[in-house]
């Protein structure tokens, strides 16, 4: 367990090294020259956006903007029509994550001493799911939100949370966590964890 992240930090962190100081050679008979691809412009609220994540079909993104005022979650079509307003409470919110079936999106607020909310990606009633949490992930079936706790740059604790709320968040791989720093997460369709960042128990 713990050996094992340690390694993946390492081999990783090694990888990435040796990318950055010895870039790979083109193949041969690629161009030296950069390739021009086109940007399009998606949003254009006023005030800022943050936090943008596209819906799982490639149609829609979901943002945090504050051209109400204060961040909101936003929705936003590819194909040009208005951006749907789905939040407006005078909390801020951020951090939106869509489900895997685009039917819902999770996403965090500061209301009522904060936590993460669940509402349709079409708008309409928000539910509680926690009290607490950031960074908001769903599980690859769609049957859990995976989130961190702690600090937002390290974080100290991970939960995992059903998205039907029945029961409270549980605490994953507490013992591995414990004292260490940690920067990000994801979640893989086997149902293993991969954690980035540093283990207390490696120094």
Same mark, same amino acid.
């Given at each position: 367990?713990?050996?094992?992240?340690?390694?993946?930090a390492? %081999?990783?962190? @090694?990888?990435?090294?040796?990318?950055? $100081?010895?870039?790979?050679?083109?193949?041969? @008979? $690629?161009?030296?020259?950069? +390739?021009a691809? &086109?940007?399009?412009r998606?949003?254009?609220?006023?005030?800022?956006?943050?936090?943008?994540?596209?819906? &799982?079909?490639?149609?829609? =993104?979901?943002?945090?903007?504050?051209?109400?005022? /204060?961040?909101? =979650?936003?929705?936003?079509?590819?194909? @040009?029509?208005? &951006?749907?307003?789905?939040? /407006?409470? &005078?909390?801020?919110?951020?951090?939106?994550?869509?489900?895997?079936?685009?039917?819902? =999106? +999770?996403?965090?607020?500061?209301?009522?001493?904060?936590?993460?909310?669940?509402? /349709?990606?079409?708008g %309409?009633?928000?539910?509680?799911?926690?009290?607490? @949490? +950031? /960074?908001? +992930?769903?599980?690859?079936?769609?049957?859990?939100?995976?989130?961190?706790?702690?600090?937002?740059?390290?974080?100290?604790?991970?939960?995992?949370?059903?998205?039907?709320?029945?029961?409270?968040?549980?605490?994953?791989?507490?013992e591995?966590?414990?004292?260490?720093?940690?920067?990000?997460?994801?979640?893989?369709?086997?149902?293993? =964890?991969?954690?980035?960042?540093?283990?207390?128990?490696?120094?």
């Amino acid at each position: 367990g713990a050996f094992a992240a340690r390694v993946l930090a390492v %081999g990783a962190g @090694g990888w990435w090294y040796r990318q950055r $100081a010895s870039p790979a050679p083109p193949p041969s @008979g $690629a161009s030296a020259t950069p +390739v021009a691809r &086109p940007l399009t412009r998606l949003t254009f609220d006023e005030g800022l956006q943050t936090d943008a994540t596209f819906s &799982p079909d490639g149609r829609s =993104i979901a943002y945090a903007s504050d051209r109400a005022g /204060n961040f909101d =979650i936003w929705v936003q079509a590819l194909d @040009g029509s208005q &951006p749907r307003q789905l939040t /407006n409470s &005078p909390a801020p919110e951020t951090q939106p994550a869509w489900s895997p079936d685009g039917k819902t =999106i +999770v996403f965090r607020s500061d209301r009522d001493r904060g936590g993460l909310f669940l509402t /349709n990606a079409h708008g %309409g009633p928000e539910r509680q799911l926690s009290s607490f @949490g +950031v /960074n908001p +992930v769903w599980s690859p079936d769609g049957s859990e939100i995976l989130f961190s706790s702690g600090f937002a740059e390290l974080f100290t604790g991970l939960h995992a949370v059903a998205a039907d709320a029945g029961s409270p968040p549980l605490v994953l791989l507490g013992e591995l966590m414990r004292g260490g720093a940690w920067h990000s997460f994801a979640p893989h369709p086997d149902g293993r =964890i991969s954690l980035y960042g540093l283990d207390a128990k490696s120094g």
